[in-house]
């Protein structure tokens, strides 16, 4: 119940989960969660926008911290404020998609409430996890994620496998069509 691949890139996760929560959505599935888009600052720096699969306002999850700063810019309050927007949408999901499993995760923040949550009501969780966060993701996890190629087709066989129903055509060869 607990979906999780890896990807040189995360632009490229976040195209495989977009790609993955239209399907789903498009097939009729209740989701829950969020995905990630980024937007070019003038500074060079780009701002993180987390956009809510029901359709709420998006949420910036980065915070300025000046031309010369080089530290991360991921703002713990907003991302808190995420996991309390996405957690009660629990309730009514068949699947929770989430950005990624990242630094605050690791950490022991994040998202982390919100997977535990959703393995708890029984809605499966699907998420991208760096390979720099793997140790601390297989730590939190232990034997219960089930790795996944980092396209698609892959992952939406891992849907269908979880009984969420999806025509034929969504599932194979059907991303992009």
């Not at 097939?27 to 359709?55: E, H, K, M, Y």
């Not at 700063?69 to 991921?74: R, V």
């Not at 393995?119 to 699907?126: F, H, T």
């Not at 939406?156 to 059907?174: C, D, E, K």
Request: charge should be negative.
């Amino acid at each position: 119940m607990l979906a999780v691949f890896t990807t040189p890139e995360s632009a490229i996760a976040d195209d495989v989960l977009a790609r993955v929560a239209a399907t789903v959505m498009r097939a009729g599935v209740p989701v829950a969660g969020c995905l990630q888009d980024a937007q070019g600052a003038a500074s060079g720096r780009s701002t993180r926008w987390l956009r809510f699969l029901d359709g709420s306002a998006p949420l910036a999850i980065t915070q300025d911290l000046g031309a010369e700063a080089a530290g991360c810019s991921l703002d713990p309050s907003a991302l808190a404020i995420a996991a309390a927007r996405i957690t009660p949408q629990i309730a009514t999901a068949r699947l929770l998609i989430l950005n990624r499993f990242g630094r605050s995760e690791a950490e022991g923040g994040g998202f982390r409430s919100v997977i535990a949550a959703s393995l708890d009501a029984g809605v499966p969780v699907l998420t991208h996890v760096p390979d720099r966060y793997r140790p601390a993701f297989d730590d939190f996890a232990g034997d219960m994620a089930c790795w996944l190629p980092g396209d698609a087709d892959a992952v939406l066989h891992w849907v269908t496998a979880q009984g969420l129903a999806l025509p034929r055509s969504h599932v194979i060869g059907g991303i992009g069509a």
